[in-house]
T-cell receptor
Framework: DAKTTQPTSMDCAEGRAANLPCNHS???????VYWYRQIHSQGPQYIIH???NNETNEMASLIITEDRKSSTLILPHATLRDTAVYYC????????????FGKGTRLHILP | NAGVTQTPKFQVLKTGQSMTLQCAQD?????MYWYRQDPGMGLRLIYY???????DKGEVPNGYNVSRLNKREFSLRLESAAPSQTSVYFC??????????FGNGTRLTVT
């Protein structure tokens, strides 16, 4: 079973920040939080990952709570092209990872 | 850089027929994965391979076999296709402590 839980769907107005939550209450100390997104039926695309500290790249920001039991992916200025399914997963990062995806959050960006 | 290449892109089979889905990566990654995605659903792990010569079952391995032929290639075989195996199949690869890279998928219909 997936180690993460996410809301099934969310709406966000174009130009606003989209905040996507993820719960991972059973995360282990050596597990990273990874975020991916899938646009239409394409292969999922990597967005960002982190262990303990907050992370930012050109696509998004990742905020991880101090107890590491939840995280939030932030798309700072959502556009229509950000409409997609967003997946949050946890993994150790070793080569023998059994990487399990949940159902993700379907994000609708509203014009 | 091609990344992860899957062939074929589309396939239609009759019940009982067999076929092999091919996947190759050119990123020198150790780990490779096969997922299936049914309409409106998340990704489910079929099999994965942590290194050349090793394979392990994922969440839904029944009805499938895999071969990790070498470091580059990881194939998925359906010995006797069933309508329940109609799905989109994604191959992915990953280096140690690095994100998954996905192919563009194989869309399989079994009639």
């Amino acid at each position: 079973d997936a180690k993460t839980t996410q809301p099934t769907s969310m709406d966000c107005a174009e130009g606003r920040a989209a905040n996507l939550p993820c719960n991972h209450s059973t995360i282990s100390g050596n597990e990273y939080v990874y975020w991916y997104r899938q646009i239409h039926s394409q292969g999922p695309q990597y967005i960002i990952h982190g262990l303990k500290n907050n992370e930012t790249n050109e696509m998004a920001s990742l905020i991880i709570t101090e107890d590491r039991k939840s995280s939030t992916l932030i798309l700072p200025h959502a556009t229509l092209r950000d409409t997609a399914v967003y997946y949050c997963i946890v993994r150790v990062g070793n080569r023998d990872d059994k990487i399990i995806f949940g159902k993700g959050t379907r994000l609708h960006i509203l014009p | 850089n091609a990344g992860v290449t899957q062939t074929p892109k589309f396939q239609v089979l009759k019940t009982g027929q067999s076929m092999t889905l091919q996947c190759a990566q050119d990123m020198n990654h150790n780990s490779m994965y096969w997922y299936r995605q049914d309409p409106g659903m998340g990704l489910r792990l079929i099999y994965y391979s942590a290194s050349e010569g090793t394979t392990d079952k994922g969440e839904v391995p029944n009805g499938y076999n895999v071969s990790r032929l070498n470091k580059r290639e990881f194939s998925l075989r359906l010995e006797s296709a069933a309508p329940s195996q109609t799905s989109v199949y994604f191959c992915a690869s990953s280096g140690d402590n690095s994100p998954l890279h996905f192919g563009n998928g194989t869309r399989l219909t079994v009639t």
